[in-house]
């Protein structure tokens, strides 16, 4: 089976691993990614039928009935599936699947390609993020308890003044909290980043209405008030005990990686991080979410530019967990 230039330079470029088959199901090409891994239980899988290279256990026989491969094969249909096999190491690997049917120049088919992509580290981190809510929920950590409430509280003012934001604390906490597990920072430095989201922009309760909801573009006085509301928001909370952390957070989560930002203009590592964590977590939802002055941006077009402002406004490595939180919830 012949294939030009371009193909080879698509298959050996993919992420993932592209598997080609005759019409017999036997393996005739298949891209590096493919061959390490780890569903392959030889290091040699050219020339060997696609049963004998993933399904060489009891367990796995019975799945090989419905592999997607062969039901292209036989159908002449396209198939999107998850599989579920287990590794050499026993160890259970989730792929998702595309096959489609190859055809000659004259139509005829030739065979069929199947491209896996591993599943199994984002539902490892799925995995973890469910058990970081639950213990969020569960726990008896004084924090939590004595606060949670009040901080729901104050997010749900700043809803009520704009329905447009209605939702939008609740997501930046949530967006800040996995972009923190996909940085493998620790439990308890997540569930900060989830609060902080959760409070960051109580200071808006400072603002006059008219700014906050205002539908046209604010003029360079009123986006001066809009700029106070990380210090009033620190000025409101800064009473209740155990916040300190989560202050500075919230004080310096419009700061740009630059230096750019405010209010204190501060620069790279000197912003905490949980602040850069949260300037992406807040821009984003900010771009996907309908505002008074403007439509929601298209996902593709607030990736982008999150993406386009990294090192600029953004931390680059906040950006590079963004990306892997994204691919996981939307790209997939």
């Known amino acids: 089976m012949k294939f030009d230039g371009l193909r080879n330079l698509i298959i050996k470029a993919s992420p993932c691993g592209v598997l080609v088959v005759d019409t017999n199901g036997v393996i005739v090409g298949c891209n590096d990614i493919l061959s390490k891994h780890r569903l392959i239980r030889h290091q040699n899988i050219i020339n060997r039928h696609v049963k004998h290279v993933f399904y060489q256990d009891l367990e796995s026989e019975d799945s090989y009935s419905l592999d997607p ?99 939008h604390s609740e997501k930046v906490a949530e967006y800040a909290q996995q972009i923190c597990i996909n940085m493998g920072t620790d439990n308890e430095t997540a569930n900060v980043a989830y609060l902080a989201g959760l409070l960051h922009d109580v200071g808006k309760i400072g603002v006059p209405e008219e700014i906050l909801t205002k539908p046209g573009k604010l003029t360079e006085q009123e986006y001066e008030v809009i700029k106070t509301h990380p210090i009033i928001g620190v000025n409101i909370l800064e009473s209740m005990k155990n916040m300190k952390e989560i202050l500075q957070v919230i004080k310096h989560h419009h700061e740009r990686y630059d230096g750019g930002g405010y209010p204190s203009k501060l620069k790279g590592n000197k912003i905490p991080l949980l602040s850069r964590v949260l300037a992406v977590a807040d821009s984003f939802d900010a771009m996907t979410s309908d505002r008074s002055y403007r439509k929601a941006f298209p996902l593709e077009k607030a990736i982008e530019e999150i993406k386009s402002n990294s090192g600029t406004q953004f931390d680059p490595r906040v950006v590079n967990s963004f990306m892997h939180m994204v691919q996981e919830q939307y790209l997939q």
């Not at 249909?77 to 096959?99: A, F, G, K, P």
């Not at 199947?114 to 213990?135: A, M």
């Not at 949670?148 to 447009?164: G, K, L, S, V, Y």
Request: glycine residues 6%; hydrophobic residues 35%.
């Open 69 to 167: 491969i062969m039901e292209t094969l036989h159908s002449g249909r396209d198939v999107v599936t998850e599989l579920t096999l287990r590794s050499n190491s026993t160890e259970l690997v989730i792929c998702r699947v595309w096959t489609t049917i190859l055809k000659d120049t004259t139509g005829k088919i030739i065979g069929a390609c199947g491209v896996f992509h591993d599943l199994t580290p984002y539902r490892k981190k799925k995995k973890q993020l469910e058990e970081i809510n639950r213990v969020l929920m569960e726990t008896g950590n004084q924090l939590i308890q004595q606060h949670m409430e009040t901080m729901r509280a104050f997010a749900n003012a700043i809803a009520a003044r704009d329905n447009c934001t209605r939702w």
